[in-house]
């Protein structure tokens, strides 16, 4: 079955500190892979997706991620954290095509908090 | 301004009473979604539908309805709310199931 796996469920980082969240995706093929946001109160937002190509992919907020074909990881990383990027995290799958219906798999969410 | 609009935002109601939970979007997007958000489970999916008419049921369905009558509106409808339907709601849209989403702030409910 198509699973999607963010092994933690808390992180707390210092201000200015970097940051990695890691996702492990299990799918028969490559699938499209994606970050988003969520800030209190609020809907989920688009930080960045990889669908082929360079697998270095840059998003918004200064967060970047990295796909490991070898490792079926997509971690998030950004080299300083903000006060601001206290949210929760989450990393989601789908299996390439149009046309037809291709099911989001949404991992369960990683929780960031920042300390001063 | 590219947005999907829910309401309400919150809701307190008693079980058994029937409400909806609208949802629209203003990007002629053909694929809408609806989730479900509980601590530790992340988000699952209760309904889709891929274009006007369309519609077909996701992982956690049961208790809800749906309906796709124009392509901009995509309705969710607790016939007869439970308490274990107390969550937290988004709707999302996009062109296509597996493009990026646009996401709704969220509906709060609380079935009592």
Request: hydrophobic fraction near 30%.
């Amino acid at each position: 079955a198509q699973s999607v796996t963010q092994p933690d469920i808390h992180i707390t980082v210092s201000e200015g500190a970097s940051l990695e969240l890691r996702c492990n995706y299990s799918y028969g093929a490559t699938p499209y892979l994606f970050w988003y946001v969520q800030s209190p109160g609020q809907g989920l937002q688009l930080l960045l997706k990889y669908f082929s190509g360079d697998t270095l992919v840059q998003g918004i907020k200064g967060f970047e991620a990295e796909f490991k074909r070898s490792q079926s990881s997509f971690n998030l990383r950004k080299p300083s954290v903000h006060w601001s990027d206290a949210a929760e995290y989450f990393c989601a799958a789908a299996l390439p095509g149009s046309g037809g219906y291709q099911k989001v798999t949404f991992g369960t969410g990683t929780k960031l908090q920042v300390i001063p | 301004e590219a947005q999907v609009t829910q309401n309400p935002r919150y809701l307190i109601t008693v079980t058994g009473k029937k409400l909806t939970v609208t949802c629209s979007q203003n990007m002629n997007h053909e694929y809408m979604s609806w989730y479900r958000q509980d601590p530790g489970l992340g988000l699952r999916q209760i309904y889709y539908s891929m274009n006007v008419e369309v519609t077909d049921k996701g992982d956690v369905p049961e208790g809800y309805k749906v309906s796709r009558k124009e392509k901009r509106n995509f309705p969710l409808i607790l016939e007869s709310p439970s308490p274990n339907q107390t969550s937290l709601y988004f709707c999302a849209s996009s062109h296509y199931s597996n493009q990026p989403q646009h996401f709704g702030d969220g509906t709060r409910l609380s079935i009592l």
